[in-house]
């Protein structure tokens, strides 16, 4: 009868206790109409350099009208969890999901993400000590090279590497910190993962951005309405995030906020003045007009127009791309106002953007950058 040799016996007892002391994970994937990316997605927690039977994945889909939840529940382990509410958020999602598991460790995922092999491995790591509730890594998009608008969001993902203000969708997270405070707000439709971010900060903890690969990520931003959407829904976040964080006396966001409102109002103002001065026809009417359009004009692109050689340096980039992103820099403001103004509109007539499942399907993974 053949016998395992002593010292293959003994190697696999170590690496068998090795894999044992390491913590189980459960890992929440949020979508809706996600047919195109949740298999990918599912596919590459699977291949990951961890245990597989310590990762425990759950696909939490939001009201899907196409095969997302067939081709989940194709794959052996994968737990789904099919909501139907009457307005989709992504806290609707990750609250059902990390609720449903039991893991000391949660990584929250859009389904749009391929995970990097060596992530939880870092992740550990950088989580391990006590007062750390939460860990991001670099996230990087898929097709950068396919759109401007990806290109864009392929540049704003990622802060400094350390403790950091905030995370975004893409985060493991302690449960402990879940539960202290309560997990994600179920009724924001962006900026829900800043704003539990501050509240776990708040409550004793810190976030890390470990600075290494984390994730890619599929934007798959194509179109000008897209980028405009998107743009709308970031001021929509700074507008209600700021708002809740001026409330607990944080300064979180004030500048974003302030910057948006002097650029893009300031902006917007002067024309609403120039306009009809113009239509006066008078020299002195018309010369005003002008001066106004220059001084709105001047707000909203100064300074960063004028930074092309910062983002040389500091992105690595060539000038034409840095010119390019000084001009999205500087314009960006114009329809995150339209998103700032709509949140506080509906916030004195009650009525706060709703999400609707036909049109959430691009919009779950929104990240403030």
């Known amino acids: ?11 696999s007892d170590k690496t068998q206790a090795i894999e044992n002391a390491l913590p189980h994970i459960d890992c929440v994937l949020i979508g809706i109409n996600s047919e195109k990316t949740v298999g990918r997605c599912i596919e590459s927690i699977q291949a990951a ?10 696909y939490v889909d939001g009201g899907s009208s196409d095969a997302s939840i067939t081709i989940a529940k194709q794959y052996e382990g994968v737990i789904t969890i099919a909501l139907r509410p009457v307005h ?68 704003e993902w990622n802060g400094l590497k350390g403790e950091c203000e905030s995370f975004g969708g893409n985060v493991i997270v302690k449960r402990e910190a879940l539960e202290m405070t ?30 290494v690969p984390m994730a890619q990520h599929d934007l798959a931003m194509t179109r000008f309405k897209q980028y405009l959407r998107r743009s709308f829904r970031t001021g929509y976040a700074f ?22 409102i002097i650029k893009g109002g300031g902006f917007s103002f002067s024309l609403l003045l120039a306009i009809p001065l113009m239509a006066v026809g008078a020299p002195a009417a018309s010369i005003t007009a002008l001066a106004l359009a220059a001084l709105g004009t001047a707000l ?7 930074k092309v050689g910062q983002f040389m340096r500091e992105q690595q980039l060539a000038r034409k791309e840095a010119r390019s992103y ?22 004195i007539f009650n009525q706060p953007l709703r999400n609707r499942p036909a049109r959430i399907a691009s919009e779950i993974s929104v990240q403030t950058p």
Not at 1 to 11: D, F, R, S
Not at 190 to 202: A, Q
Not at 331 to 341: E, R
Request: hydrophobic share 40%; net charge positive.
């Open 1 to 11: 009868m053949h016998k395992e040799p002593p010292a293959m016996t003994h190697l």
């Open 49 to 58: 350099d961890y245990p597989t039977k310590r990762l425990h994945i759950y």
């Open 88 to 155: 989709p958020t992504p806290g609707l999602g990750r609250n059902a999901g990390w609720k449903t598991g039991s893991s000391p460790l949660i990584q929250f995922l859009d389904s749009d993400t391929i995970l990097d092999p060596g992530w939880f491995s870092s992740a550990i790591k950088a989580i391990r000590p006590e007062k750390i509730g939460a860990v991001q890594g670099l996230l990087s998009e898929l097709y950068p090279e396919r759109s401007f608008y990806n290109w864009i969001g392929n540049l």
């Open 182 to 211: 309560g997990g994600y707000d179920e009724e924001m439709v962006g900026g829900e993962d800043p704003e539990l971010s501050r509240r776990i900060i708040r409550a004793g903890w810190k976030v890390i951005q470990a600075g």
């Open 239 to 260: 507008a209600a995030v700021r708002k809740l964080e001026r409330s607990a006396g944080s300064r979180f966001w004030q500048y974003e906020y302030r910057k948006i």
């Open 300 to 306: 909203l692109l100064n300074p960063r127009i004028f």
């Open 326 to 347: 000084a001009w999205h820099c500087s314009l960006v403001v114009l329809p995150q106002l339209a998103g700032l103004l709509r949140y506080h509109i509906g916030s």
